[in-house]
């Protein structure tokens, strides 16, 4: 089946007011194009989900589109904070954003449980420390074969899932190399997942190298087809990270006067992603584009 | 070699960088620690093995991650893997020999806050949060802290406990029955702090023209120091220009 849509058509089926939601990938293949169309769309009190909400989440924060944050490591990685969050989440906030907070493994596990179909998970963590004094969805359980007393942490199952990949058929079987964070169990514990694509490639492609595929089409309900639809994070064998737009959020996120001028500028005021990509500065694009590292394959004969 | 006197970053960076031998296995984290794995693997120990979070397992980074999920852990890494592998195949089931964490505040049995300053429902500051450091300081056979020292990060009581350290609560590692083995030491810009049999942080290393009494006013809780204690050596010149020249000309993390 043929489920291929734009961007706007993808969110506007799947993402309600109220809807659980994660934006996928570990500093990898972070679908911004998502995020921004979610903001125009002018969705709310969504529950967000990501085992580190980066700028993209933050962004949502600011534009008013998220009610609670579910999440272990909240930051601009290597750089600084998040500014946003921290307005709505500090003793002077106003308005304060709900959190329920992990370490990485404990959010993680509440996606393997999702994605097994397992009511819970459990880890030897968090004895100890304080984490799970402050979330009650973290408890134990005694192991009936050792008797050791193990965390446990209950299944998780967003309501859409979204994974950007490098590659995909317009069915959704998605290829992904590089990093891959936590795609796979946030793809299968979802209720429903969108594929948004690098680039769009005929099945016998994806059957060429089927070790390759991270998501299979049958559990897809959308497919996109988004070329630089992750700056300025990076796709591994396309184009790298903006480094320098990191460390200039800092600035721009700051204040929330710089920081909704810049929302104005290239969120909601361009029409989808090509209008944003539009709006960067010329010859950008080429700087990040990557230098071909190109593998030799393997032999699938038999 | 005409070179300026070590900066902070880098005195903390090359001691770091002492505590790694050849061939240990380390989860790498960023900021200084980053900086110290690549340097131990530039000198005395080309054979460390690096592991990050993000999957990349064997990295050889060509150029100095900026992040912890740099496209360049990618390329020509051992092995890339899912997260869910990192945390359960790697650090859960006990390959992990070394940790490396820093945050906001620690206190004398080597805990660490990365959470909140103040109270968690009214906090003060809202840091990031634990991201995976409170499973390195339970899984890590030996874990190092590397932080600043000061008045408001070497605190008598942490605000929030993130990661453990030797006791919490007044509960020890061992009746908790947590697997690793705790913090070994904490690398600052002052000076070295090893832990005791209670493990209690004790001062075991000054750098030089650094005085005990200088290290004590810059700690939050009565510091205990060694019977002995020896001085740190310093990176030469030969480092330096490694450091500064080739592992982080862009200045990230001197």
């Known amino acids: ?6 961007m706007k058509e993808a969110i506007a089926a799947s993402v309600k007011n109220g809807s659980s939601l994660v934006i996928d990938g570990f500093t990898h293949l972070i679908c911004f194009a998502a995020g921004h169309e979610i903001i125009r769309q002018g969705i709310r009190d969504l529950t967000a989900i990501r085992l580190t909400p980066d700028l993209v989440y933050d962004q949502l924060i600011e534009a008013g589109a998220v009610r609670k944050l579910v999440f272990s490591w909240a930051g601009n990685p290597g750089v600084g904070s998040l500014h946003a969050l921290r307005r709505r989440s500090e003793a002077s906030s106003p308005e304060r954003l709900e959190l329920e907070e992990y370490s990485h493994f404990g959010l993680l596990s509440r996606l393997l449980a999702g994605s097994a179909g397992l009511p819970f998970w459990p880890l030897r963590n968090y004895q100890g420390g304080d984490i799970a004094g402050v979330n009650p969805s973290i408890k134990t359980v005694r192991c009936p074969y050792t008797g050791q007393e193990l965390a446990t942490v209950p299944a998780l199952h967003p309501d859409v899932a979204i994974i950007h990949c490098q590659r995909a058929d317009v069915e959704g079987n998605a290829q992904v190399w590089g990093l891959l964070g936590s795609q796979k169990e946030v793809a299968f514990a979802a209720r429903k997942v969108i594929v948004v694509a690098e680039q769009l490639v005929p099945t016998e492609v994806i059957r060429k190298d089927p070790n390759r595929t991270l998501v299979p089409g049958i559990i897809v309900s959308h497919v996109v087809h988004e070329p630089w639809g992750c700056h300025p994070s990076f796709v591994q064998g396309f184009h790298d990270r903006d480094n320098d737009f990191y460390v200039k959020w800092e600035d721009i996120s700051r204040q929330p006067e710089t920081y909704r001028a810049w929302l104005e500028e290239f969120v909601y005021g361009v029409k989808d992603r090509q209008g944003y990509l539009a709006r960067l500065e010329t010859g950008l694009l080429d700087t990040l584009r990557a230098k071909a590292r190109v593998c030799e394959g393997v032999d699938y004969g038999y | 070699m005409a070179t300026e006197n070590a900066s902070a970053s880098e005195r903390m960076a090359w001691r770091a960088a002492q505590e790694l031998r050849d061939g240990d296995v380390v989860f790498v984290g960023i900021g200084l620690p980053n900086l110290a794995c690549n340097l131990a693997r530039a000198t005395h120990a080309p054979g460390l093995f690096m592991i990050y979070e993000s999957g990349a397992v064997g990295a050889i980074p ?19 893997v899912g997260q869910a ?16 964490l820093g945050g906001a505040q620690v206190d004398r049995w080597g805990n660490i806050n990365t959470t909140v300053i103040g109270d968690y429902a009214n906090p003060k500051v809202r840091l990031p949060g634990s991201g995976g450091a409170c499973e390195i300081a339970v899984h890590a056979r030996r874990l190092l802290i590397v932080m600043r020292m000061g008045k408001r990060t070497f605190v008598e009581k942490c605000d929030f406990i993130t990661s453990p350290g030797h006791r919490m609560h007044g509960k020890t590692r061992a009746e908790l029955g947590m697997p690793g083995g705790g913090p070994t030491r904490i690398i600052t810009d002052l000076g070295v702090l090893d832990f005791d049999a209670t493990g209690e942080a004790v001062l075991s290393e000054l750098y030089p023209g650094v005085t005990v009494d200088q290290v004590r006013a810059a700690c939050g809780w009565p510091l205990r120091v060694a019977e002995s204690v020896r001085a740190v050596g310093e990176p030469d010149g030969a480092v330096l220009q490694l450091l500064r020249e080739k592992l982080d000309p862009k200045r990230l993390y001197l």
């Open chain 1, 1 to 6: 089946m043929n489920k291929l849509c734009s």
């Open chain 2, 85 to 100: 592998d990192i945390f359960q195949c790697m650090l859960q089931r006990g390959l992990i020999e070394v940790g490396f």
């Open chain 2, 62 to 80: 060509e150029r100095l991650p900026v992040s912890i999920g740099d496209p360049s852990l990618v390329t020509d890494s051992l092995a890339v």
